[in-house]
Every structure is written in structure tokens, then in C-alpha cells.
């Protein structure tokens, strides 16, 4: 989130003067990194192993998707793509749940994810926090920070304390997959957008970063670091008290309002940043860790499908491009992948998705355009090394001849870049233009020669080229963009590509004058000349039928194939698969839905890759030249193979026939699960709810007693109080402000009589139920029992507000006739709270529901003796009840079939919540009241698709007359045949008798 320096709320916040400030070496000036020399650096780019790279990066985080057999089938939809980087969070809160305890096992433990990375060939830019933000519960922080004394993010002795053992634990897991391991991290980022704070604060501390870099760098940490500030502030740079090895800067230029999906702002495209990167980070290559990828989304919002229509292929093209040519050499793009924040590890502002609308469906499926058009822009990198080493200049509208248009060149002695682009960023209309390129023998070319204009159709931008080498050929001028080029022992082939309706131009030098067009009509919508100059010009019109292309030889040997972007977008360069290897392979194919790898294998050629329809392949490049065998997914397929060498074959695909079991026809078990509103209800067990001060010091408590789930060791999912009170017969009202986080509900209990509910409401953190009372006997014993939807903590974006403290719990209430302190509570979440019962699905898994404490959301629950009824039946009073089926799915192998489950929207006949379970992980909260989300994806490996799963609801019906949902669904997407393999289930340990469960 961006927001601007806060000023000090009249919140009543302590500030830090009880805290001891911890003692602070000098910085040492990035001793470590000079003991590795794997990576390094000048202005232009990193090095590693001492070649100039292009990062690339996709922003993932391994535990919004909790089963590591799919991690590698992520990696390799991103590498596909192109990229040859992630960029990964960590998240202290999942890893150190109880203070004290580093727990990162199972599907926690991050060493299958950085052996993925390495098969995969991908680099690693590590962002371990400790704060990270990321629209997770806490921004990462513990909830028993909220405990620690001070302001968080500050240099003291208990917050820096704090984190010591999560930063020496994280930092062994990653130094041991560091570059000069043999591992794939080469970057490491420390804090996260370290740079808002009140008045009062200092911003920046170098203290405080010192401390934290050292903390880092006294491990074994060796690999660059790197800092994100939110806005190029440059307060930590390679050059200030505290340092980072090299300064980076994020964006999210189009914001968040994807109610209006088409509605860019107006000074949404950023044109000032070369020029202060200049300034503060003049010999660093210009980093964004983190460029808009999607965005993220509120209760109540728009939702994620709008977020990829506000940032989709569009939006790529031209703010992507807008950074390419400021010269972003070390590029991220938040997110890549989204994931789900399953298990309540989002933070309370979020809901269950956290798809973020990003080129990877949170359930791991490609069909965003937006996906594509990346694939086109990162391949460019893997052959444009040019554009690594050229000098940035600011755009200017000098190189065309239509003021509307803007271009921005990237120059090197030889190769020139020329980035266009609408001068209004937001134009949808066509415009024409011409440009002028520099070429080196011909001096400055007007293009195009052979037509009136180029045109820039909707909103777009371009990297045109001039004197750009393709191997040992030499193209003096292309306005159609580059996708990528392999020179062969034999030929040389060239793709580039434009969009619909667009006019291009291309010319190479002459040599023998050889041309033959191989694709196209000659004179219709292809024309080749050679000029005076000796070079010929290659003009084409591109037509929209998506499956456009020409193609021409040119000098016997070099094959230049000119697409529809449509037909480009079905172009792949895959990666050989072979581990560590961050390149491409040299296999230049048309493929359809996903090409994973390409290996060539004497006179075989292996292709995995996965599939949506029947699907025919051309491989233009890389086959052997003597084809024996093709394979696919290890079949063999037939295939032919030109005189060119353009092998073609057809990969057959055939749907599997999917039986899903009707959830309504299950066999549902259904249990109460608020039996505390039974009259011989034993709380005994309950944590007294006794602090008479709170160590939580965001501001005092209101209450006689700390009524703050955190003070007690309860951070998630629902929290329930019990509050005791002796009746004096005049009681007549009772007032109560729970605070669960935004769209947070609570409901209320005197005895077993429902007194009323706060139904929550979106971005507003707390509520008020006030009720009646009816006439209690003097002197007789009454409890009050509330129950509240612990939405996740607030993260802790301004230093100083430590919003992380933001109580979660009641606030206050009234009594009138009673004192504070004539009711005794009692308060239970998660069973054990911070010493939380299952190490294996994590600290935040599990909320303090009866059937949460006692385990019964797992599989094999005892529900012998439950009765029968499901979700569907209906409640006829408040109340919570769980309800349980199992069924077996015997989905056919080698499908990819993604499933989820769609509860119906529909309140009309109540108004209620509900949590998803499946085989134990809470994978879906549903606040129907608030939307948006009512489809819950559940990953394979959570859902297990060849054996038996066990799905648990809970609904808490929030109002008098109870409640009826509406309807609960499968909804299956798009199926497609995959190369992957088999998905290894996440670990779902079954239920077994809870010691101490109440
Ligand atoms: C950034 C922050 C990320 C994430 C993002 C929005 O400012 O660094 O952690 O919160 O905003 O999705």
C-alpha cells in the first residue's frame, strides 16, 4: 500500500522512551558482497558469473500456495514465459508462530522451493522481511510482536531482539542456496518499503537498517543486497550512512481501482524516474523490485477478474516498456503468481483469493492475454543483449513526426533502441507516425520507406531496433518488435511481430540479393526492395486474422518470420529443463497452450508441454536436422520435416470425462458447534482473561481487564469470550464494541438466548451490538457469550503507528447497573494459541471454534455419533453448526483439472459466514455480505484427485430466523492435458484425540 507520510493520529500512541536503542557498528560498506564475485554489478546491469544479465523477475510467494508438489509446475509456467528470476516473500508469522520456535518443515520447509527454482532455471531474489507487507496477516510480523515494547521497525533492543532468531534461522536457508552454493539466490532484499513514518520517527534510521543489514550480513548471507523503497526517495542508496549494494524502487502506477477497469489516471505513466535514479543511484543498475503486476483487492471490491482487466496486456505494454527504457535492468513484477490466502494468512483487509489478477490464475492457468505478451517482451531479453549496455536518455517527440507520439532511444555505438509510445499514455486511438532511426552506414532513416506511416493502434507502446545483430546477420532497421532469433549451423531465423492492422518494415544489408517469400502474397500484403543504398526492404501490412504471419528468406540461410501478435503469442523458446540452466534452449516452436521444455537428444527431440485442444506444433528452429524422433509428454508423435527443417506434428487431445460426486448427495454429519451456549457449559479450561494491563502499548485498554485476543496468544481465525456475571436484577441493556478487523462479524449470547449480532462491514474494523436485556433474578450466574470473526492482523506499513498492535478483540462495553469489573471473562481462540496444536498445516490454520479446538475440521473425525444434515438444510436459529462429508475423486491422470467449490451469494433467507476445510486446510472464509469472493479454488495437493477427501463447512448463521445457504457447487476450469506429472499430495494429518481440547 502507498501511502503518503502520515502525520500522528490522536491515537494516544506511545513512543519509543521505555526502549533501550541498540549500539550500532558503523556500516561496513558491503564487506560481505566483495567476498563472492558470482554476482556484480556497474550502471547498466548485474553480472553474474560475470556476463551481463537482464533479471527479470516474477514476484511469488511459496506459501500462498501451500503444496510444494506444485511449485515446480509454477516455476516452469513462468519460465516459459521467459522470465529467468522469482522474487520470493517470507513470512516470519507462518515460520515462528510461537516465539522462539523456527518451525519450517513440510510445507513450510522452502529447500524443495529453491531446488524447484534451480530446476526450473530460475534466479532467486530472496525478500525475507522481516517485514514484508504483502497483504498478509501482521505484513508478516508475528502476532506476539504486538507484545513487544515500542515501535516496531525501530532500533531498539526488544524490537531487534525480536527478530534475531527468525533472521539467523531464514538466513541459514538461504545462504545455503546462495550462488556460491550452487544455489539459484543471487539478491537479497531486507525490509520492505522501508520509508513512511510519523513525526517523531526518524525516516530513515540508518541505526535501525544497519542493525537489520547486520543482522543479515553476520550470517552467512554473501549475495548482493538490495532495499525497495516505495518511491524514490533515496534514502538508503550505495551512498548514504546506511547502505544497500544496489537501491531499488517500486511502482504502481495505475493504482487499484479495478471498479473502472478501463479508466487509467491521468499521471498514471511515470517520466521523472530516469532522472532521479540518476541522481540518487547513478552507478547501481536501475532495480524496481517490485512494478504493478495486478492488484490487490478489499472485501467488498471489485474483485480480481477486473484487476486483470485494468492490468492486462495493454497496461504491460506500454508501463513496461516505459521502464525498459529508463533502463530497469533488475525488473519484478508483483505479482506473477498470486496464490490463495489460505488458513487465514491474509491480513484483515483481503479475502481467501489473493489472485491479484496476475498473468498466472491463482488456480496456475495461462489464458490471460496478459501472460502472453509478457512471454514476447522477456524473450526479447534473452537476445537483445544490446539493450543491457545502452545509455538512457529521456523521451523526447524528436524521433517522429507526430507530436502524439513519444519515443525514448537506448543507444550503444552501434545498436539503437527507440521505445514509442501515445504522448498521452492513456490514448486509445489509432495514430500514425514516422520515425526516424540512426543506423551507423546509412545514417538517419525515415521509416517506413515504402509506406505513409507506422500506426500505434489503442494503447501501446513499441521497442522498434536499428543495426541490430541476429547472429552474424544484420537487420538495419525493424519497427515490428522483436521476439527472439537463433543462429543455427545451418540457417539463422529471426521472429518478429506486430499487432493487428499495423503496418511494419524491416531491412537487412544485401548480400547476394537472395529473396524468397515463403509466406505471404508478394505485392498484396508483402513487398520486398532493394534500395540504392544496398539494403533491401522488407514492408508488410499485418491483417487480423490472428493467425497472420510472413515469412522471408533472405541470403539462402536466413529465415525472418514476421507474426500477428495473435500467432506470436503461440510461439515459445522453452528451456531445455535441464537444472541451472537460466537460458533458453536453441528450440524456436509454435506450440499451443504451454510449452514447458524442449530437449534435444542426439536425433530425438523431447518436448513436455501441456495442452488444451488438439493442438499442432511447428518447430521453425533448434530440431535436429536429421528428425528420428519427436516426443511429447514421452509419446511419440508423427511428424513431418521440410526441406527448411520446419518439423510439424499434431499432439491429440482428447477431454477426460470428469464424474464429480454431487455434494448435496453426500453423506453430510453435522455437529454444534457453539455447545458454550448450553447451560452446563465448563469453561474451566479458558484462558482467564485477567491482565490488568495490556503489553500491548498501541494505547490503554478501556476495560478493567485486557480483553485483546493478542495479549493472551490468539492471533487468528475466530476468538470467542466468556463473560461471567452475577445478576443484581436491575440489568436492562448491554452494549459491546468487539474489534475483529474489516468485515469482521460478531454475535452475542446471554445464557442460551441470542441477543443480537454486528453482521461487519467492509474496511471498518469494529462494531457495536447493543442489546435488551430481559429481567434477571438478583443474585442468579449468567455468561455472556460472544463469538468474533478474527479477520487477521492490520499490517505495520508506517513506522510509529505499529499498526500490527491494532487490537483485536472488545474494545469496550457498557453494563449500566454494573461496573466493568463485576463481569469475569474468559477467552479462547486456536487451541494453544501461540503453542497452536497443528505444526503441520501452521500457526494460523486453526480459530477457536469448538470443532477448531477439538480438530474435527481435519479428516476422520469421530462423527460416529453426529448427526445427519448438510450445509444446504438450513439453520433456523443463530448459531454456529459444522457440517462434514467425505467423497473419492478418481480424476483420470495427466489432466490438470482445476476444481472448486462456489457457494451461492444468495442471503436472502439469512445472513451468514462460512469457512471452508478441505482435508483439514481452512481454504475458504465466505462473507456473502460483503463479497466478492464466492468461488473457492482448492489446489490439487490439497484436494487429493485420486482418493478420499474430507470437506468441513462451518456456517454461522448471524441472525434471528438462522440461515440457509443458498446453494454450495463445484466449478471446473478450463482442463488441460499436462506434462507435469503426478502432484504429490501436501501433508493432511487426520484427527486424533486432542490432549487438553475443550
Ligand atoms: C507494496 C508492498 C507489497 C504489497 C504491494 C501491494 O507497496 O511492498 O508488499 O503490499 O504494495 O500489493
Redesign the pocket.
Known amino acids: ?2 501511502f503518503s507520510k502520515l502525520q500522528v493520529l490522536a491515537l494516544g500512541l506511545t513512543l519509543a522512551s521505555e526502549v533501550t536503542a541498540r549500539a550500532v557498528d558503523v556500516d561496513t560498506e558491503s564487506m560481505y558482497s566483495r567476498q563472492q564475485d558470482l554476482v556484480t554489478w556497474d550502471d547498466h546491469s548485474l553480472f553474474v558469473r560475470g556476463e551481463r544479465v537482464m533479471v527479470f523477475s516474477g514476484e511469488f510467494h511459496p506459501f500462498r500456495l501451500p503444496v510444494p508438489g506444485l511449485w515446480l509446475d509454477v516455476l516452469q509456467k513462468i519460465k516459459a514465459s521467459g522470465y529467468n528470476c522469482i522474487s520470493i ?1 517470507i513470512d516470519w508469522f507462518l515460520l515462528e508462530g510461537e516465539p522462539g520456535e523456527f518451525r519450517a518443515e513440510g510445507i513450510f520447509d522452502l529447500q524443495p522451493f529453491f531446488d524447484a527454482a534451480k530446476q526450473a532455471g530460475l534466479y532467486v531474489l530472496a525478500r525475507p522481511g522481516p517485514y ?4 498478509v496477516s501482521g505484513g508478516g510480523f508475528p502476532g506476539w510482536l504486538s507484545r513487544v515494547p515500542g515501535a516496531l521497525r525501530t532500533n531498539t533492543d526488544e524490537f531487534i531482539g525480536a527478530t534475531d532468531n527468525y533472521i539467523k534461522e531464514i538466513s541459514k536457508v538461504i545462504a545455503k542456496n546462495q550462488i556460491s552454493n550452487e544455489g539459484p539466490v543471487i539478491l537479497l532484499q531486507i525490509e ?2 522501508y520509508q513512511h513514518a510519523l513525526d517523531g520517527y526518524d525516516m530513515p534510521s540508518y541505526d535501525y537498517w544497519n542493525s537489520v543489514k547486520g543482522q543479515f550480513r553476520d550470517t552467512d548471507i554473501a549475495v548482493p543486497i538490495i532495499n ?1 523503497e ?1 518511491h524514490q526517495y533515496g534514502y538508503i542508496t550505495a551512498h548514504t550512512p546506511a547502505s544497500v549494494d544496489i537501491y531499488g524502487h ?1 511502482g ?1 502506477p495505475l493504482g487499484f481501482d479495478c471498479e473502472n477497469p478501463q479508466s487509467w489516471p491521468e499521471d498514471g505513466l511515470p517520466t521523472d524516474w530516469l532522472a532521479i535514479n540518476n541522481e540518487i543511484a547513478p552507478d547501481t543498475p536501475y532495480t524496481i523490485p ?1 512494478f504493478q503486476g495486478g ?2 483487492q478489499h472485501w467488498g471490491q471489485a474483485g480480481f477478474a477486473n484487476c486483470a482487466l485494468l492490468l492486462n496486456m495493454e497496461f504491460e505494454r506500454v508501463l513496461y516498456k516505459n521502464n525498459y527504457a529508463v533502463g530497469a535492468t533488475i525488473f519484478n513484477i ?1 505479482m506473477i503468481y498470486g496464490g490463495t490466502n489460505w488458513g487465514n494468512l491474509g491480513g484483515h483487509m483481503g479475502f481467501t483469493s489473493y489472485d491479484y489478477g496476475a498473468q498466472i490464475t491463482e488456480e496456475r492457468q495461462l489464458w490471460r492475454e496478459k501472460y502472453s505478451e509478457v512471454k514476447l517482451q522477456a524473450n526479447f531479453f534473452h537476445v537483445s543483449p544490446a539493450f543491457l549496455e545502452a545509455d538512457r536518455f529521456n523521451s523526447s517527440l524528436q524521433f517522429t513526426d507526430n507530436d502524439a507520439i513519444t519515443v525514448t532511444p537506448a543507444t550503444t555505438n552501434s545498436t539503437n533502441f527507440y521505445i514509442a509510445r501515445h504522448t498521452d499514455y492513456r490514448n486509445t486511438e489509432s495514430v500514425p507516425y514516422r520515425l526516424t532511426v540512426k543506423t551507423v552506414d546509412h545514417g538517419e532513416i525515415d521509416i517506413p520507406q515504402l509506406g505513409d506511416s507506422l500506426v500505434m493502434n489503442r494503447r501501446d507502446s513499441k521497442i522498434h531496433v536499428s543495426d541490430y545483430p541476429v547472429g552474424d546477420k544484420h537487420v538495419i532497421y525493424s519497427s515490428a518488435e522483436v521476439f527472439t532469433w537463433k543462429k543455427y549451423d545451418d540457417k539463422t531465423i529471426l521472429v518478429v511481430y506486430g499487432g493487428p492492422d499495423e503496418h511494419h518494415e524491416l531491412a537487412v544489408a544485401n548480400d547476394d540479393s537472395d529473396f524468397s517469400i515463403l509466406a505471404g502474397s508478394e505485392g498484396e500484403n508483402i513487398s520486398v526492395q532493394s534500395t540504392k543504398d544496398d539494403y533491401t526492404i522488407i514492408s508488410w501490412d499485418i491483417s487480423d486474422d490472428p493467425e497472420d504471419r510472413k515469412v522471408v528468406r533472405v541470403h539462402s540461410d536466413f529465415y525472418i518470420y514476421m507474426l500477428n501478435r495473435n500467432e506470436a503469442y503461440n510461439f515459445w523458446v522453452p528451456p531445455t529443463g535441464a537444472g541451472s540452466d537460466y537460458g533458453t534452449s536453441d528450440v524456436i516452436l509454435k506450440a499451443g497452450y504451454l510449452m514447458r521444455t524442449a530437449q534435444v537428444d542426439g536425433t530425438t527431440l523431447h518436448l513436455v508441454g501441456d495442452v488444451n485442444a488438439t493442438t499442432p506444433i511447428e518447430i521453425i528452429g533448434g530440431a535436429p536436422a536429421e528428425l528420428e524422433a519427436l516426443t511429447f509428454n514421452g509419446r511419440s508423435l508423427q511428424f513431418t520435416q521440410s526441406n527448411f527443417g520446419v518439423v510439424k506434428a499434431t499432439v491429440d487431445f482428447e477431454a477426460p470425462d470428469i464424474k464429480l460426486p454431487c455434494l448435496s448427495h453426500l453423506q453430510w454429519k453435522k455437529i454444534d458447534s457453539l455447545p458454550e451456549l448450553s447451560g452446563d457449559y465448563d469453561d474451566s479450561a479458558w484462558v482467564d482473561a485477567n491482565l490488568e494491563e495490556s503489553p500491548n502499548d498501541r494505547y490503554p485498554i478501556k476495560t478493567h481487564v485486557s480483553l485483546r485476543a493478542g495479549d493472551y496468544g490468539f492471533h487468528t481465525g475466530s476468538v470467542l469470550f466468556r463473560g461471567h456475571f452475577t445478576a443484581n436484577g436491575k440489568e436492562s441493556s448491554f452494549e459491546i464494541e468487539p474489534q475483529g478487523g474489516s468485515a469482521s462479524g460478531s454475535s452475542l449470547w446471554l445464557d442460551d438466548t441470542f441477543l443480537g449480532s454486528y453482521l461487519g462491514e467492509a474496511g471498518v474494523v469494529n462494531g457495536t451490538i447493543t442489546a435488551d436485556i430481559p429481567a434477571l433474578e438478583d443474585g442468579s450466574e449468567h455468561v455472556f457469550t460472544l463469538v468474533m470473526d478474527h479477520m487477521g492482523l492490520h499490517d505495520n506499513y508506517v513506522v510509529g503507528e505499529d499498526m500490527l498492535k491494532d487490537p483485536r478483540g472488545i474494545q469496550t462495553y457498557d453494563f449500566p447497573g454494573h461496573k466493568s469489573s463485576d463481569i469475569a471473562w474468559k477467552i479462547t481462540g486456536n487451541l494453544g494459541g501461540e503453542q497452536y496444536a497443528d505444526k503441520v498445516r501452521g500457526p494460523l490454520n486453526e480459530g477457536g471454534l469448538f470443532v477448531e479446538r477439538q480438530g474435527f475440521h481435519q479428516p476422520s473425525a469421530p462423527t460416529g455419533a453426529w448427526d445427519e444434515g448438510k450445509p444446504t438444510d438450513g439453520m433456523s436459529e443463530p448459531g454456529i453448526t459444522y457440517y462434514t462429508a467425505t467423497f473419492d475423486l478418481d480424476i483420470s491422470e495427466g489432466y490438470d483439472v482445476p476444481l472448486a467449490f462456489k457457494f451461492d451469494d444468495d442471503v436472502s433467507d439469512g445472513v451468514y459466514r462460512a469457512q471452508l476445510y478441505v482435508n483439514g486446510y481452512q481454504y475458504g472464509k465466505f462473507v456473502p455480505l460483503m463479497g466478492p469472493q464466492y468461488r473457492f479454488p482448492i489446489h490439487e495437493g490439497i484436494l487429493n484427485h485420486h482418493g478420499e477427501n474430507t470437506i468441513g463447512i462451518t456456517i454461522w448463521a448471524q441472525e434471528r430466523g438462522g440461515a440457509k445457504p443458498k446453494g454450495l457447487g463445484w466449478d471446473v476450469s478450463m482442463v488441460t492435458e499436462t506434462g507435469f506429472g503426478q502432484i504429490e499430495l501436501s501433508p493432511a494429518p487426520r484427527w486424533e484425540e486432542r490432549e487438553g481440547a475443550y
Request: net charge negative; hydrophobic share 35%; no cysteine.
Open positions: 500500500m502507498l516473500y514484508i507487507n504483502a497483504e520492505n518499503e525497495n516505495a517500486d504502481y517490485e492488484g490487490f508483483y
